[in-house]
């Protein structure tokens, strides 16, 4: 695999579980990085969206400036 590719990649394990807040029901969520074993949790489920998305942002963004470092 290219370096490129690696960077390019990204891999968690995913838990969904739902529990009662007050008088509701809700998801929470956690991911786990295989690799370093480091472990983010999450108050919903848009926190979790909201930081997948800020991933997918930032390697697009780091994509962009190799890209302009090449050209």
Known sequence: MSQQT???YRSYL???W???DGDREV???SL???STRERR???SLKELYDF???QARQQNGEDADRF???G
């Open 27 to 29: 998801w929470r969520a």
């Open 14 to 16: 995913l838990r969904l």
């Open 68 to 70: 302009a470092e090449k």
């Open 41 to 43: 949790g999450f108050g």
């Open 32 to 34: 786990e990085n295989p």
């Open 6 to 8: 690696k960077s390019r």
């Open 52 to 54: 997948l998305d800020t």
């Open 18 to 20: 739902q529990t009662s």
